[in-house]
């Protein structure tokens, strides 16, 4: 198990050198070993190194001649097609990790565009953010309001069919008789059971209708210069281009 | 949100029973063993072929400095011919794999900052949950809180509405103001200018801000 990281050159050390070379020698013939056993697959590896005349090879000289003609016997285009050296193997995981980089990146900006969103909630000021932020925040807010949108529907069909059931159980064994409750009398049973909580959070109905001015001129809000509707094409898909 | 995986498992070393498995065993494996052997030709300076056969019967392989070049030198139990011209090839070669490493170990490292930052501001939001309800995910939230939330956001959607709308007066002007003053000969008096109030420098942003995120990337 190594303490530190190994920086991916050339060692210059000869004898740290020749005691890595030794230890990852053995961990590679172990793992194309492993490969093989698990797979259930043939396989050959050769290595040659300044230290032995003679290359190290898994599983055997013969074994390894074995793999090699199964090799050699396959259609030139079968052989090169799925064949790397160093720098098209090294291209290769280049490739895939600006890909998990861009991929994270982009997984991180939203997740930081959400703690803006949630500051904006309680009163920070959006002064410092530029018009690519304000494009996502405002596609962020969308987002989340649809996701509420959706949950809130959810709701009341649990809402409607644990009525209906208890509506029928109630009326017993007759002709089945179908309790319909509005959405929005769903909605107005399931809020007032709650007030309290509501009550608790008063603080967060005072943002809503600001008594005094907040870090960005409430007030501001209720004289917007054009309609809400003009700033849906602002928010292009920021995040999934 | 539950574990997906059960993380690491330690494997028998039989062959695998379940085919799947096996397959993403074998795809798995062989990535990892063509990277270990990409680390010893780098680090140790060698010569390695290595040749395996998928369980669909393609074969994978990796050499360097190339396959057909190893086996050659296996096969033929000659030692390896050095001219000068290959040793040309052979130290361009290993030139360009040396800032392939380096570029290789730069993103890898700039992948593991990023997930550090993710890690960071999920501590963060997981710690506020308690106290800020409305951080919690949508499906924890029950109907008033999903009311309240709902005109929050749409509240907070028109003052970015406004915002947005500031931004863009703002950069038009700063727009017209930096054109007039390229065509306009020195001396005369400029209705921009500054004491008038209309346009002030200060207020037209730059980039991202001290909240720690970057300037967006789409």
Redesign the interface.
Same mark, same amino acid.
């Given at each position: 198990m190594t303490r530190k990281k190994v920086k991916l050159a050339y060692i210059t050390n000869d004898s740290a050198r020749k005691a890595t070379y030794k230890k990852r020698k053995k961990g590679l013939m172990k793992k194309v070993s492993e490969l093989s056993t698990l797979c259930g697959i043939d396989a050959c590896a050769i290595i040659y190194s300044p230290y032995d005349s003679q290359p190290e090879v898994w599983p055997s000289p013969l074994g390894v001649q074995r793999v090699l003609a199964q090799f050699r016997n396959m259609p030139e285009m079968d052989q090169s097609k799925k064949m790397v050296n160093q720098e098209s193997f090294l291209r290769q995981r280049i490739t895939k990790a600006n890909e998990q980089l861009k991929k994270q990146r982009k997984e991180n900006r939203e997740k930081e565009m959400t703690q803006v969103m949630f500051q904006g909630l309680i009163g920070k000021s959006l002064n410092s953010l530029n018009m690519m932020d304000l494009n996502d925040l405002g596609w962020l807010i969308d987002q989340n309001l649809k996701e509420i949108h959706k949950r809130v529907e959810t709701l009341n069909k649990e809402a409607n069919n644990s009525q209906v059931v208890a509506a029928a159980a109630t009326y017993g064994a007759g002709p089945s008789v179908e309790v319909k409750i509005s959405p929005e009398q769903a909605e107005r049973q399931a809020f007032e059971v709650n007030i309290d909580a509501m009550q608790r959070q008063q603080w967060l109905m005072d943002w809503i209708n600001p008594q005094e001015p907040m870090g960005f001129g409430g007030d501001e809000v209720n004289n917007l210069p054009f309609g809400d509707a003009n700033h849906n094409a602002l928010w292009s898909s920021a995040f999934f281009p | 949100m539950a574990r997906k995986s059960k993380g690491r498992q330690k494997?028998a070393? #039989?062959?695998?029973p379940n085919e799947s498995n096996?397959q993403v065993?074998?795809s798995k494996?062989?990535s @990892?063993?063509?990277?270990?052997?990409?680390?010893?030709?780098?680090?140790?300076?060698?010569?390695? *072929? $290595?040749?395996?056969?998928?369980?669909g019967k393609?074969?994978?392989?990796?050499?360097?400095? @190339?396959?057909e070049t #190893?086996?050659e030198?296996?096969?033929t139990r000659s030692p390896?011919q050095i001219s000068p011209t290959m040793q040309l090839i052979e130290a361009h %070669?290993n030139a360009?794999?040396?800032e392939?490493?380096?570029?290789?170990?730069q993103?890898?490292n700039?992948?593991e900052m990023?997930?550090k930052? *993710?890690e960071e $501001?999920?501590q963060? %939001?997981k710690a506020?949950k308690s106290q800020?309800?409305?951080?919690s995910p $949508?499906?924890e939230?029950?109907?008033?809180?999903?009311?309240?939330?709902?005109?929050?956001?749409?509240?907070?959607?028109? $003052?970015?509405?406004?915002? *947005?709308?500031k931004?863009?007066i703002q950069?038009s002007q700063a727009h017209l103001h930096s054109q007039f003053y390229a065509s306009t000969s020195s001396g005369a008096v400029l209705p921009f200018e500054s004491k008038n109030g209309v346009f002030n420098p200060e207020i037209v942003?730059?980039? @991202?801000?001290?909240?720690?995120?970057?300037?967006?990337?789409?």
């Amino acid at each position: 198990m190594t303490r530190k990281k190994v920086k991916l050159a050339y060692i210059t050390n000869d004898s740290a050198r020749k005691a890595t070379y030794k230890k990852r020698k053995k961990g590679l013939m172990k793992k194309v070993s492993e490969l093989s056993t698990l797979c259930g697959i043939d396989a050959c590896a050769i290595i040659y190194s300044p230290y032995d005349s003679q290359p190290e090879v898994w599983p055997s000289p013969l074994g390894v001649q074995r793999v090699l003609a199964q090799f050699r016997n396959m259609p030139e285009m079968d052989q090169s097609k799925k064949m790397v050296n160093q720098e098209s193997f090294l291209r290769q995981r280049i490739t895939k990790a600006n890909e998990q980089l861009k991929k994270q990146r982009k997984e991180n900006r939203e997740k930081e565009m959400t703690q803006v969103m949630f500051q904006g909630l309680i009163g920070k000021s959006l002064n410092s953010l530029n018009m690519m932020d304000l494009n996502d925040l405002g596609w962020l807010i969308d987002q989340n309001l649809k996701e509420i949108h959706k949950r809130v529907e959810t709701l009341n069909k649990e809402a409607n069919n644990s009525q209906v059931v208890a509506a029928a159980a109630t009326y017993g064994a007759g002709p089945s008789v179908e309790v319909k409750i509005s959405p929005e009398q769903a909605e107005r049973q399931a809020f007032e059971v709650n007030i309290d909580a509501m009550q608790r959070q008063q603080w967060l109905m005072d943002w809503i209708n600001p008594q005094e001015p907040m870090g960005f001129g409430g007030d501001e809000v209720n004289n917007l210069p054009f309609g809400d509707a003009n700033h849906n094409a602002l928010w292009s898909s920021a995040f999934f281009p | 949100m539950a574990r997906k995986s059960k993380g690491r498992q330690k494997v028998a070393m #039989v062959k695998m029973p379940n085919e799947s498995n096996l397959q993403v065993t074998f795809s798995k494996r062989r990535s @990892g063993l063509f990277k270990k052997a990409s680390e010893l030709c780098t680090l140790c300076g060698v010569e390695v *072929a $290595i040749i395996v056969f998928s369980p669909g019967k393609k074969v994978f392989s990796f050499g360097h400095p @190339g396959v057909e070049t #190893v086996v050659e030198r296996f096969i033929t139990r000659s030692p390896p011919q050095i001219s000068p011209t290959m040793q040309l090839i052979e130290a361009h %070669r290993n030139a360009s794999v040396r800032e392939l490493n380096l570029q290789l170990t730069q993103v890898c490292n700039q992948l593991e900052m990023e997930k550090k930052k *993710a890690e960071e $501001i999920n501590q963060t %939001r997981k710690a506020n949950k308690s106290q800020c309800w409305w951080e919690s995910p $949508i499906e924890e939230l029950n109907m008033p809180q999903l009311q309240q939330l709902k005109l929050s956001l749409e509240q907070l959607k028109k $003052i970015v509405a406004t915002q *947005a709308d500031k931004l863009l007066i703002q950069n038009s002007q700063a727009h017209l103001h930096s054109q007039f003053y390229a065509s306009t000969s020195s001396g005369a008096v400029l209705p921009f200018e500054s004491k008038n109030g209309v346009f002030n420098p200060e207020i037209v942003p730059s980039h @991202g801000h001290n909240l720690g995120y970057g300037r967006g990337f789409y």
